[in-house]
């Protein structure tokens, strides 16, 4: 990966025919727009690859040649030349500033690694937003990276199916970064009955506790729930 003044944003979608295209409308509103829009098809069988066509002109569309959400997320990366990255689940929504504010932050801040802000669970098409909010988190949506660190930590683990976000975060390079946070709630993630944090719950929580076992303790504000 090569540097530019410029960034990219990798969206990981599978079967999102449901949610795809209002994330990829609130990207593509930003009041800074994405230099690049990356999409990674994990071998959808639902309608997403119909809706991902629509947007050909916005977005650029690739087969994830592995499976799961890791291996999506890193052939992203692979693939990308920009000095900053940002990532949006497929079923999750970005505040029309959350690019121009996190953007503004870190180029005004050379030392800085990672800027975060503030996240908020909503329910059902959006009009409904329900449980606690969250002052700053480690949830990649939430967070722009220099592209730069995804070289000193490293990838994702494709191995894991559930919680590679939360392993990366663990590693001790990744204890080493500068993180900055915006306390405004910018991030909206969605809770709906497919979410896999609740179709896979006891097996995502398994790996949760082998990911963290034996591990240097997390930072307070790292949130670890799908």
């Known amino acids: 990966m090569t540097a530019s003044s410029s960034i990219s944003t990798i969206m990981a979608v599978k079967n999102g025919a449901s949610y795809v295209a209002a994330s990829i409308e609130s990207?593509?509103?930003?009041?800074?727009?994405?230099?690049?829009?990356?999409?990674?098809?994990?071998?959808?069988?639902?309608?997403?690859?119909?809706?991902?066509?629509?947007?050909a002109s916005e977005i650029e569309v690739f087969e994830n040649e592995g499976f799961g959400?890791?291996?999506?997320?890193?052939?992203?990366?692979?693939?990308?030349?920009t000095e900053f990255v940002a990532f949006i689940d497929h079923d999750d929504l970005w505040e029309s500033k959350k690019t121009e504010l996190s953007l503004g932050l870190i180029r005004n801040t050379p030392n800085l690694d990672v800027i975060s802000c503030g996240l908020v669970n909503f329910e059902g098409n959006g009009s409904s937003i329900s449980k606690r909010e969250f002052a700053s988190t480690r949830v990649f949506g939430a967070c722009l990276f220099r592209s730069s660190v995804f070289q000193s930590v490293g990838m994702l683990d494709e191995d894991l199916k559930n919680h590679a976000i939360v392993e990366w975060w663990t590693r001790e390079s990744a204890h080493k970064l500068k993180v900055a946070a915006i306390t405004e709630p910018l991030?909206?993630?969605?809770?709906?009955?497919?979410?896999?944090?609740?179709?896979?719950?006891?097996?995502?929580?398994?790996?949760?506790?082998?990911?963290?076992?034996?591990?240097?303790?997390?930072?307070?504000?790292?949130?670890?729930q799908s």
Do not use: C, M, W
């Open 187 to 224: 991030y909206l993630r969605r809770v709906h009955q497919s979410n896999s944090g609740l179709t896979r719950k006891e097996e995502a929580r398994s790996d949760l506790f082998s990911i963290l076992r034996g591990r240097t303790s997390l930072s307070q504000d790292l949130e670890i």
């Open 27 to 55: 990207v593509l509103s930003q009041t800074i727009p994405s230099t690049r829009f990356l999409v990674i098809d994990d071998h959808s069988t639902d309608e997403t690859r119909g809706i991902l066509e629509r947007y």
């Open 69 to 81: 959400q890791a291996a999506a997320i890193n052939l992203g990366l692979k693939k990308i030349n």
